[in-house]
């Protein structure tokens, strides 16, 4: 068992009250779950003070108090450690508690506001495949070799992640792939992780409720190569226009990908349809099974990370030919009879939306019709809302605008907040549905054989989130039910 003293290693503490050889057995940041000798850190979130709730963790069994803000009164038998931020600190203390296992793996964290889920994805895949055994951190699930773990952030508190980091290597892990969201930059949930590499995929607009402008979502983003050590690489899409500035002041080798522009590694879209992607890759020309050009995107910044984590690159190609990606990303079912396509995907930020209706357009064969089905989240962004609706509309022949995860909202609000200054065009081609059950069930009604249905926004999730309480729900599933009722 570690002291005190052992884990505030490299943290700067400006005050520390009481024993700081004591042994520390555990570390916490929910008070609920604090034990006898536990170490108690009081974060300050974004919507709760963990000051608040020292007293508690003390009742549990606290030993120790991580705070940036003293409490009024001190227990003598107590030990208090003050520091400027406590979540950067915790990190390090972490870090520190389980033996930094981020050094015994090769580490590669992925960022941007689409694409690190299926990117993430396909190295996990593409590195087991390969024979190793290895680790995924990711917004649909957490695995340890092929034991999964539920996900309940993209990225995990920087406790949980570390525990996890450390039984992915007591597991005999030799690689980790990690999404690195901007929540988790910001709040320091990977701070004092070793990275051996990290990829950006793209940035548009999103989680600006959080952040509070664009620059400063960019900032804290950029923040993360920033961090890197110059043995590590950077690998970043030239094609986004923000993605040179991804790698200004970063230390580690700085690498390009890129289907228009120059790149270390350059990609071509020869074939484009439902059997998936023809692409020229540094002048070898490989069939995948996956579709789309944001695909081709995430392809590049994989075959990149393995490249450059010393894979020989034609095998790499030949691995990479044959995955399938990430569970809810550009996801299809055919009706049985009709043979009308569902898609259900993640997208929930215009510029994915977006990409995945250009997508779709490139699809067709004629003059099928594109149905769309799109909500906003509660409690998130709201400027994004009219752009997803408007996104919607632009390019589907109908737009059915129903609820995603309304949180604490209500979800007709939402729905307003959409419609707000809304083209006169776009109405004529937009129908409202609060119920997605309903809006779905629409969506097939109204289809013809051979149409394009497309479900977005959730993707992979199996539930949506009314008030607190997690109902089951899966857009796939709604798909599936339907089209086998429709081919009755």
């Excluded at 040179?244 to 990908?257: E, K």
């Excluded at 020309?285 to 690159?313: P, Q, S």
């Excluded at 049985?336 to 990409?355: C, F, Q, R, S, W």
């Excluded at 003059?367 to 632009?394: F, H, S, W, Y």
Aim: charged share 20%; with cysteine; aromatic share 6%.
């Amino acid at each position: 068992m570690k002291t005190l003293r052992n884990i505030l290693q490299g943290v700067e503490v400006l005050q520390l009250t009481g024993n700081a050889d004591q042994s520390v057995a555990g570390l916490a940041i929910d008070s609920r779950k604090v034990k006898s000798g536990f170490l108690f850190a009081a974060i300050v979130g974004w919507q709760q003070d963990g000051h608040q709730y020292i007293n508690t963790a003390i009742a549990n069994g606290a030993t120790v108090v991580l705070c940036s803000t003293l409490p009024s009164t001190l227990e003598e038998a107590l030990t208090y450690v003050l520091v400027k931020n406590t979540s950067e600190a915790l990190a390090i203390v972490a870090n520190e508690f389980f033996n930094h296992p981020s050094k015994e793996v090769k580490l590669v964290g992925v960022t941007g506001t689409n694409g690190k889920t299926t990117v993430a994805t396909l190295l996990y895949q593409l590195f087991t495949a390969l024979g190793y055994k290895c680790g995924l951190v990711s917004t649909v699930k957490n695995l340890i070799g092929d034991e999964a773990y539920t996900a309940e952030h993209t990225t995990p508190d920087a406790i949980s992640l570390n525990g996890l980091m450390r039984t992915m290597v007591d597991a005999g892990c030799t690689h980790v792939f990690m999404e690195c969201s901007s929540h988790a930059i910001h709040q320091h949930r990977i701070t004092g992780l070793h990275f051996d590499g990290a990829l950006f995929t793209n940035i548009t607009h999103d989680h600006l409720d959080y952040h509070k402008t664009f620059d400063e979502y960019i900032r804290v983003k950029k923040a993360f190569f920033d961090g890197l050590s110059a043995d590590a690489f950077a690998i970043s899409n030239a094609d986004d226009k923000r993605g040179t500035i991804m790698l200004q002041n970063c230390n580690g080798r700085r690498l390009m990908y890129a289907l228009k522009t120059a790149a270390d590694f350059k990609g071509k879209i020869v074939e484009n349809n439902l059997t998936g992607l023809v692409m020229d890759i540094n002048g070898r020309e490989v069939h995948f099974r996956m579709i789309g050009e944001f695909n081709a995107y995430n392809l590049l910044a994989v075959y990149g990370a393995a490249v450059n984590l010393g894979e020989d690159a034609d095998q790499v190609l030949a691995v990479l030919s044959n995955l399938h990606g990430a569970e809810g990303r550009f996801d299809y079912t055919v009706s049985a009879n009709e043979k009308v396509i569902g898609i259900v995907d993640y997208a929930h930020t215009p510029d994915a939306l977006l990409n995945v209706l250009a997508t779709i357009k490139k699809l067709q064969q004629g003059n099928e019709q594109v149905i769309t089905v799109v909500g906003c989240g509660g409690d998130r962004d709201k400027t994004k809302r009219p752009l997803m609706a408007a996104a919607a509309c632009e390019y589907s022949t109908k737009a059915i605008l129903t609820s995603d995860n309304p949180r604490t909202e209500d979800p007709q609000e939402i729905l307003n907040d959409m419609l707000r200054d809304m083209k006169s065009e776009h109405k004529r081609k937009c129908v409202v549905i609060a119920d997605r059950r309903e809006a779905i069930r629409t969506a097939i009604m109204l289809s013809q054989p051979g149409d394009i249905i497309l479900v977005a926004g959730k993707g992979h999730e199996k539930y949506q989130d009314i008030n607190g309480v997690k109902h089951h729900f899966d857009d796939k599933e709604e798909l599936i039910n339907n089209f086998q009722e429709l081919s009755k």
